[in-house]
């Protein structure tokens, strides 16, 4: 059974509970094991609200820029404080294993490097499987990765208004819902069912951001890149109409026009794009 770094009970769950939930559904090859460095480096403690920086610039109308995690190992992790100036990183468990230790050893990482502050400087913020894809399985997997000290949930495949429901119900306090709240609770709408009820998906209380994704978005409509422009358009007129940060990713060639279109939340395609977005919207201090 893989090490598990001492933060992961940091939030609300027993610690009877956490435990089970956290290595429910680990990967088995890849997580790391009992003989790694993972005891000699880890940090006794993370900052409690690692989030509270991303939603304060969110809250502030500040645009904000994300990277790919790139690697999922501690080595990874620990090399992110000194490569990036980005506001957040993206780490995806959307597909298998969902290894919640190995995402506990990619933030020790960052904390090895750092140290506890380094995580409000480079949140982590997790992309799970969809909610409609597991619908039995994905509350314990959010509760157990609610475990680590992470900024946010990110849902993708996001179809129907009810599944944006549910994905605020699996994050309590989470903001804008709670003011206070420090998580993040992020949807990515990506499909054509997605797009036809986009308007109910953005009316549901407390979300707190809405992506467009184009990348599946060009496989849900065969390539058409006319009507895949329509559909992060629909998104982004959806968000503006009822005051949710609307995302997308983007790259060097379209970060400033992304920007001045209304978008507030960017993953960009290659890491030279984030200063280029944060001089398009006036961060350049």
């Not at 900024?151 to 129907?160: C, D, L, Q, W």
């Not at 499909?191 to 109910?200: F, K, L, S």
């Not at 951001?209 to 849900?220: E, K, S, Y």
């Not at 390539?223 to 983007?250: H, K, P, R, W, Y």
Request: proline share 8%; aromatic share 4%.
């Amino acid at each position: 059974m893989p090490s598990v770094p001492p933060f992961v009970r940091r939030r609300s769950l027993p610690a009877a509970l956490a435990l089970p939930l956290l290595l429910a559904g680990c990967g088995s090859g890849d997580a790391p094991s009992p003989d790694t460095d993972l005891q000699q480096a880890t940090p006794a403690a993370a900052p409690a609200d690692p989030g509270s920086g991303l939603v304060q610039l969110l809250a502030d109308g500040q645009a904000v820029f994300g990277v790919f995690s790139g690697d999922q190992t501690r080595a990874q992790g620990a090399s992110m404080v000194g490569s990036t100036d980005a506001d957040f990183i993206l780490y995806s468990m959307e597909r298998p294993p969902f290894d919640v230790p190995r995402m506990a050893e990619y933030i020790a990482g960052i904390l090895d490097a750092g140290g506890a502050e380094a995580l409000r400087d480079h949140p982590v913020v997790l992309r799970t499987p969809a909610i409609h894809a597991e619908p039995d399985e994905i509350g314990g997997k959010v509760a157990s990765a609610l475990e680590t000290p992470i900024a946010g949930i990110v849902f993708p495949h996001v179809t129907t208004a009810a599944e944006a429901a549910q994905s605020y119900d699996l994050m309590p306090g989470s903001w804008p819902g709670s003011a206070d709240g420090s998580l993040l609770n992020i949807l990515i709408v990506e499909d054509q069912e997605g797009i036809a009820n986009v308007r109910e998906i953005m009316a549901t209380p407390g979300l707190s951001v809405v992506f467009a994704g184009p990348g599946d978005l060009r496989r849900a409509y065969d390539g058409d890149m006319e009507a895949v422009e329509n559909a992060i358009q629909a998104v982004l007129s959806a968000c503006l109409e009822f005051d949710v940060a609307c995302g997308v990713t983007a790259g060097v060639a379209d970060i400033a026009e992304r920007l001045d279109q209304g978008f507030r939340m960017i993953i960009v395609s290659d890491p030279e794009a984030v200063a280029v977005g944060k001089e398009a919207a006036g961060r350049t201090d």
